[in-house]
């Protein structure tokens, strides 16, 4: 059953950069049928897209996080990354890596998520 | 930035109860591309609807979804008792794509 694991420091310095990395298994990140995303949400909160990257390494940003955001794929570990750069505390919420289907930009399989704490 | 906006922001209601959720958007989502996801305490978002009304894989049919422009409608017939949720909408109409700040549908 394919899944989605999220990995990665659970505290980060204000002013750091904080660095996430995706695990798929039983699927392929370098097929065609999907891009691979995340996504986050501050606790109790709304969710934020961050960003996704295709297989081709087209890459999209949500423009409000682009200047400090960074995403990235390793195929041959069949994982993704996230690098979000100058952290303050608004940057703590749980981040999810996400599926998204080639048929729309809506997300059909999620990780469990990661909470990352931005305190010194 | 199309901005969604969802009502009420908390649903009170018994199992068996029929729940009418709402979602607006600040511009017209383009091509009805509007997706809902429920979210259950301690868990990742799973998604319902996509493209305003065509239901997910697995997801029951007492879930439907409607709506086109900037209004839209997610009902869950009969309230089982693991509906009790937050529902969120998202848009993918436009770049950035963005999701509406979530329904709490809780037991009466």
């Known amino acids: 059953q394919l899944q989605l694991q999220e990995s990665g420091p659970g505290l980060v310095k204000p002013s750091e950069t904080l660095s996430l990395t995706c695990s798929v298994s039983y699927d392929s990140i370098s097929g065609s049928d999907y891009y691979w995303s995340w996504i986050r949400q501050p606790p109790g909160k709304g969710l934020e897209w961050i960003a996704t990257i295709y297989y081709t390494g087209s890459t999209y940003y949500n423009p409000s996080l682009m200047s400090r955001v960074s995403i990235s794929a390793d195929t041959s570990k069949n994982q993704f990354s996230l690098k979000l750069s100058s952290v303050t505390a608004a940057d703590m919420a749980i981040y999810y890596c996400?599926?998204?289907?080639?048929?729309?930009?809506?997300?059909?399989?999620w990780g469990r998520g990661t909470l990352v704490t931005v305190s010194s | 930035e199309i901005v969604l906006t969802q009502s009420p922001g908390t649903l009170s209601l018994s199992p068996g109860e029929r729940a009418t959720l709402s979602c607006r958007a600040s511009q017209t989502v383009a091509t009805s591309y509007l997706a809902w996801y429920q979210q259950k305490p301690g868990q990742a978002p799973r998604l319902l609807i996509y493209g305003a009304s065509s239901r997910a894989t697995g997801i029951p049919d007492r879930f439907s979804g409607s709506g086109s422009g900037t209004d839209f409608t997610l009902i869950i017939n009969r309230l089982e008792p693991e509906d009790f949720a937050v529902y969120y909408c998202?848009?993918?109409?436009?770049?950035?794509?963005?999701f509406g700040p979530g329904t709490k549908v809780d037991v009466k």
């Open positions: 996400a599926r998204r289907p080639n048929t729309g930009w809506y997300f059909d399989l």
């Open positions: 998202q848009q993918y109409g436009s770049s950035p794509f963005t």
